[in-house]
């Protein structure tokens, strides 16, 4: 079992950075695929970005955001550049070991997710 604590959210102006992280317990990190996943009030939650096991294979709904991965310190992180307000949301993680997927359906372990909130 995984359990994840992201951190880092925040309030930004727009056009500002912030940087995620997710720190996950356990001694099988590196054997799960990392997801982040943000969901604003009264919308349904939407996929940002993936990240191999490895972090040698990512994919990405914004290129303004960028995945990265240290397994050494069981923690991956979400570079967000270029922050608009309609990125306000609550960001959370999560880890499969089923699937190379979008689909939140796909992952077994969620974070209890972290406000950002982008001014403008």
């Known amino acids: 079992q995984v359990q994840l604590v992201e951190s880092g959210g925040g309030l930004v102006q727009a056009g500002g950075s912030l940087r995620l992280s997710c720190a996950a317990s356990?001694?099988?990190?590196?054997?799960?695929?990392m997801g982040w996943f943000r969901q604003a009030p009264g919308k349904e939650r939407e996929f940002i970005a993936l990240?191999?096991?490895?972090?040698g294979r990512t994919n990405y709904a914004d290129s303004r955001f960028t995945i990265s991965r240290d397994n050494a310190k069981n923690t991956v992180y979400l570079q967000m550049n270029s922050l608009k307000p309609e990125d306000t949301a609550v960001y959370s993680c999560?880890?499969?070991?089923?699937?190379?997927?979008?689909?939140?359906?796909?992952?077994?372990?969620w974070g209890q997710g972290t406000q950002v909130t982008v001014s403008s």
């Open positions: 990240i191999s096991e490895s972090g």
């Open positions: 999560a880890a499969t070991r089923t699937a190379w997927s979008r689909d939140p359906r796909h992952y077994d372990y």
């Open positions: 356990g001694r099988t990190f590196s054997s799960y695929a």
